[in-house]
Nanobody, 129 residues
């Protein structure tokens, strides 16, 4: 059974930065595409960023491009989300997730929730103005 545990959330002022971490159990972490999603109150969970198994390719939602950076350390079974220039619209619960091997890698995108088979419990990020 795979476990994903997020950490690093908290309250930050607008314009500030936070780094989220997601620690994964299991010996096959380095072979999976990983993603970060977020869910604001009253809204659907949305894709934020994704990273391929080696870290050589990354993908971002337009709303965070240029402000957020996803990375991974396979030796530590951990994926990170560095968030900068935060604003109130970034307030949400942030989740990391493992993308299923059966999901297509055909350039059609990596933001479909149904293609992720394991999820963490989430970490709250609150941006105050």
């Amino acid at each position: 059974q795979v476990q994903l545990v997020e950490s690093g959330g908290g309250e930050v002022q607008a314009g500030g930065s936070l780094r989220l971490s997601c620690a994964a159990s299991g010996r096959t972490f380095s072979t999976y595409f990983m993603g970060w999603f977020r869910q604001a109150a009253g809204k659907e969970r949305e894709f934020v960023a994704g990273i391929n198994w080696s870290g050589s390719s990354t993908y971002y939602a337009d709303s965070v491009k240029g402000r957020f950076t996803i990375s991974r350390d396979n030796a530590k079974n951990t994926v990170y989300l560095q968030m900068g220039s935060l604003n109130a619209e970034d307030t949400a619960v942030y989740y990391c997730a493992r993308r299923s091997r059966s999901a297509p890698y055909d350039g059609s995108g990596y933001g479909r929730r149904a293609e992720y088979d394991y999820w963490g419990q989430g970490t709250q990020v609150t941006v105050s103005s």
